[in-house]
């Protein structure tokens, strides 16, 4: 399996302390991805290597974390992992693009998953602005399978760059999306696929947290900020 490293975070799944791992390779080419050096990364690890990892800090650990790229794209590798996960008593989230929607049916069926964050990139008919392929109605796909499973969480959330959304889009995107969570989250203009979004300006947290307000009512769940000034702030 392609794995590109791991952290130990405290605020990757909230009020869990996790191993996330990140798995290397997506096929999409999001203009805003901050994990570049993931994309074509080859460096390989076991399945054997993996499990030592998480045993290595699992008396400290509440939770692991598959993030990525897109970790889907090995799917048996990330069946391989939570199943071990479930083996020694840990939950799981995977952090997906939701491009896969037979792949989440599947790691459901098998009852591998706790909680899912669901990158809802933009409107579902504007993906190919944002990513280079029409595939938002296969993410639309994905967030209808996991709401119906009452027994994991699913957090939507979307990354806000201005020079590739509106306020407009956010307000149109609440009225189509359902979960527990919807998270406008800050772009960061640092190390991103498209140089071009290097000369962005990074959004204000004062005017996330407005949008966010805005259409807090629009959505039947909690709306949250995440900032580098503030980290997560929940709105409602």
Same mark, same amino acid.
């Given at each position: 399996?392609?794995?590109?490293?791991?952290?130990?975070?405290?605020?990757?799944?909230?009020?869990?302390? +996790?191993? !996330?791992? /990140?798995?290397? %390779?997506?096929?999409?080419?999001?203009?805003?991805?901050?994990?570049?050096?993931? #994309? *074509?990364?080859?460096?390989?690890?076991?399945?054997?290597?993996?499990?030592?990892?998480?045993?290595?800090?699992?008396?400290?650990?509440?939770?692991?974390?598959?993030?990525?790229?897109?970790?889907?794209?090995?799917?048996?590798?990330?069946?391989?992992?939570?199943?071990?996960?479930?083996?020694?008593?840990?939950?799981?989230?995977?952090?997906?693009?939701?491009?896969?929607?037979?792949?989440?049916?599947?790691?459901?069926?098998?009852?591998?998953?706790?909680?899912?964050?669901?990158?809802?990139?933009?409107?579902?008919?504007?993906?190919?602005?944002?990513?280079? +392929?029409? !595939?938002? /109605?296969?993410? %639309?796909?994905?967030?209808?399978?996991?709401?119906?499973?009452?027994?994991?969480? #699913? *957090?939507?959330?979307?990354?806000?760059?201005?020079?590739?959304?509106?306020?407009?889009?956010?307000?149109?995107?609440?009225?189509?999306?359902?979960?527990?969570?919807?998270?406008?989250?800050?772009?960061?203009?640092?190390?991103?696929?498209?140089?071009?979004?290097?000369?962005?300006?990074?959004?204000?947290?004062?005017?996330?947290?407005?949008?966010?307000?805005?259409?807090?009512?629009?959505?039947?769940?909690?709306?949250?900020?995440?900032?580098?000034?503030?980290?997560?702030?929940?709105?409602?």
């Amino acid at each position: 399996m392609y794995i590109g490293g791991t952290v130990i975070s405290s605020v990757e799944f909230h009020g869990n302390m +996790s191993l !996330v791992i /990140f798995m290397s %390779k997506c096929p999409l080419a999001c203009r805003y991805c901050h994990n570049v050096e993931l #994309l *074509e990364d080859n460096t390989q690890w076991t399945l054997d290597k993996v499990m030592s990892e998480i045993d290595s800090a699992a008396d400290f650990l509440d939770a692991i974390v598959v993030s990525g790229g897109e970790p889907l794209v090995q799917t048996d590798a990330v069946i391989d992992i939570f199943k071990y996960v479930r083996e020694i008593g840990l939950k799981t989230k995977l952090d997906t693009s939701g491009i896969y929607p037979d792949k989440i049916q599947k790691l459901l069926d098998l009852e591998l998953l706790d909680y899912v964050s669901l990158d809802i990139k933009t409107t579902f008919p504007k993906y190919r602005k944002i990513t280079g +392929s029409n !595939v938002g /109605f296969n993410v %639309k796909k994905s967030m209808e399978l996991i709401n119906r499973d009452p027994n994991v969480h #699913l *957090e939507l959330r979307t990354t806000y760059v201005p020079t590739l959304h509106t306020k407009k889009d956010i307000r149109n995107l609440v009225g189509d999306i359902e979960g527990d969570v919807y998270t406008i989250q800050q772009f960061r203009n640092k190390n991103v696929l498209d140089p071009a979004l290097e000369e962005v300006e990074v959004p204000n947290p004062h005017d996330l947290r407005k949008l966010a307000e805005e259409i807090m009512d629009n959505f039947d769940g909690h709306v949250k900020v995440k900032s580098a000034e503030f980290g997560e702030e929940i709105i409602k």
